[in-house]
């Protein structure tokens, strides 16, 4: 859709231009972590963010993380149906529903426009999180962008995106000790960011393992 004056351009349409097309980087590591680090990154990162001001919000993430690192135990596909379950945990509601609306990010610089196929679309690109021939922290990567820019739900987009992270990487048994270095904006028409995000979490994820070995043999 073109933006007309003073409307924000389609940010998921540049998404979902770009996405197909990002070089996404290779990765020779693979998750061989068999045990669990001292430290759950994720939760770190929420009790140091927004722990201080917002303590009840912080323990509904908290809540949902275990939910989804539970799912992620028994291997489930990552479907808009799971997220909205880590959701109402999330938020604290009793329904959560894929957004009715546009829906507007960064202080209206980003909009995600709707159509009839925006759910289904958002499902399909949902069951990529398990491509075989992509590389775990692209996958990841891609999955995180994916919630960012389709904005499925009313409310709490970023926090979403952070649980699906952290779902698909524990569904192939990698839990990160650090997350701080992913707090950065990222924007939908920049696929050299998406693959650097890529590239940052297979980082992440061999300091992890790395990390972790160490404290088996110490």
Known sequence: MTAGPGRPKDSLADWLLIRTEISWPSWHGSPTLSA???RDGFRDFFMATRGGRDSQGTARFLTALAVAFADAEQGRPLTFALMAKWQRDLL?????????????????????DLAPDTQALFEHCLSESSQPDLPLPS???????????????EDGNARAAMLALAFVLAREGVLLDQV?????TRWADDAEGAADLAVLLGILISAAERRQAHGRLS
């Open 139 to 153: 996958r990841a990567a891609r999955a995180y962008l994916d919630i960012l820019f389709f904005h499925p739900f």
């Open 36 to 38: 669990t680090p001292a």
């Open 180 to 184: 701080h270095p992913l707090q950065t």
């Open 92 to 112: 604290g509601h009793d329904r959560v529903d894929f957004r009715a609306l546009p829906a507007f990010a960064k202080g209206g610089r980003e909009r995600y």
